[in-house]
């Protein structure tokens, strides 16, 4: 290992507690502490790679993505669900996890899902060809379960990225995680949707300092197929979206 990587690893130990080694272990506990302090290691310098990484397209990232070891959900998961749409794109939207058939298919908005989805896209007249789309968090969590603050900040310098590439001039947050994540907030979506918001001051610093995109949080599809109520909400959303874009 080359010497960034050895200080990389010697003071996340120090970080962590450990200044001294002991030796009165028995092999098991050892072994056990051993993997631990591994596995720890290895999520801490997945994240600093990716941070520091300069990348270049956005193939790189996904592949980059797909191999990340830093978020545990990637165990229990079928399938890495993969960024789809147009590169050239002044659109993105992010949705929250995977549902059990996008983990099974690794694909975004698939049958109810995505035909509400693009029912929505059509009724203000964006097309599918039109937009970007990636998950806040590439893989489905065990039963569905919401996310955990650390699953959902681990992804996080990956979506960064992945807007820093693409450039939007706008973007749809899908639900709280995807909000939270990028606008680093801990609110339910009924209190975040219907108003444009911008990156926080000390988000901005990741992208030069006149790239400044809109971004509008809504309710996630899946939310509206289990809430139709909901819909009328999410219609007031989507006439905000027509009405910027219109404006831009």
């Not at 147009?86 to 694909?107: S, V, W």
């Not at 988000?203 to 819909?231: A, G, V």
Request: net charge positive; aromatic share 10%; hydrophobic share 40%.
């Amino acid at each position: 290992m080359d010497q960034k990587t050895i200080l990389n690893i010697l003071n996340f130990y120090r970080d962590i507690g450990i200044d001294i080694i002991i030796n009165q272990f028995q092999n098991e506990d050892k072994t056990k502490l051993i993997n631990q302090i591994k596995s720890e290691t290895e999520k801490k310098l997945d994240n600093i790679f990716i941070n520091e990484k300069k990348i270049n397209s956005i193939m790189e990232l996904e592949k980059l993505f797909k191999n990340f070891k830093g978020c545990n959900l990637k165990k229990t998961a079928t399938n890495f669900v993969k960024f789809q749409g147009n590169e050239n794109a002044d659109l993105l939207f992010i949705d929250g996890t995977p549902n059990a058939e996008e983990d099974q298919i690794g694909k975004s908005f698939v049958s109810a899902k995505g035909d509400l989805f693009e029912k929505m896209l059509n009724a203000i007249d964006i097309k599918l060809d039109d937009i970007f789309i990636i998950n806040a968090i590439p893989w489905r969590p065990p039963g569905n379960r919401y996310p955990t603050e650390e699953e959902i900040k681990v992804c996080r310098p990956f979506i960064f990225n992945l807007i820093n590439l693409l450039r939007p001039k706008v973007i749809v947050c899908l639900g709280e995680v995807p909000t939270n994540q990028i606008l680093e907030l801990n609110q339910s979506i009924i209190k975040t949707r219907g108003k444009w918001h911008y990156f926080k001051s000390d988000l901005i610093n990741q992208f030069d300092s006149e790239y400044k995109p809109h971004i509008l949080p809504t309710l996630s599809i899946s939310y509206l197929l289990n809430r139709p109520d909901m819909k009328r909400k999410a219609w007031e959303d989507m006439k905000m979206l027509r009405d910027k874009i219109r404006e831009m």
